[in-house]
């Protein structure tokens, strides 16, 4: 089982960046997928949800802090889950984990990849 990150880097705050996750080992499709953020000396928490194509399709959550500003998105063909990222603020400032979650069927983490809003 793979969750590979990429897209993250140094962006002036205002900016965007688009965070991919691409995946490999399981059933894509019958996991919801997560991003998750850790900034420095704060304890991991969640950004933004999308559901299983099984499920509940297209059925996505997102952290008040970041509503209306991020999009989850995934392309099942393509084993891979977004998260477009608009409107960056430093509090963005942070390491992005991909999560996999299938319940029952186990869950798993990517490496994280690290998003820096500064001017």
């Known amino acids: 089982v793979q969750l590979v990150e990429s897209g993250g880097g140094l962006v002036q705050p205002g900016g965007s960046l688009r965070l991919s996750c691409a995946a490999s080992?399981?059933?894509?499709?019958?996991?919801?997928m997560s991003w998750y953020r850790q900034a420095p000396g704060k304890e991991r928490e969640l950004v933004a949800v999308i559901r299983s194509a099984i499920s509940a399709i297209g059925i996505t959550y997102y952290a008040d802090s970041v509503k209306g500003r991020f999009t989850i998105s995934r392309d099942n063909a393509k084993n891979t889950v977004y998260l477009q990222m608009n409107s960056l603020k430093p509090e963005d400032t942070a390491v992005y984990y991909c999560h996999a979650d299938g319940f029952s069927l186990g869950n798993y983490w990517g490496q994280g990849t690290q998003v820096t809003v500064s001017s």
């Open positions: 080992g399981f059933t894509f499709n019958s996991y919801a």
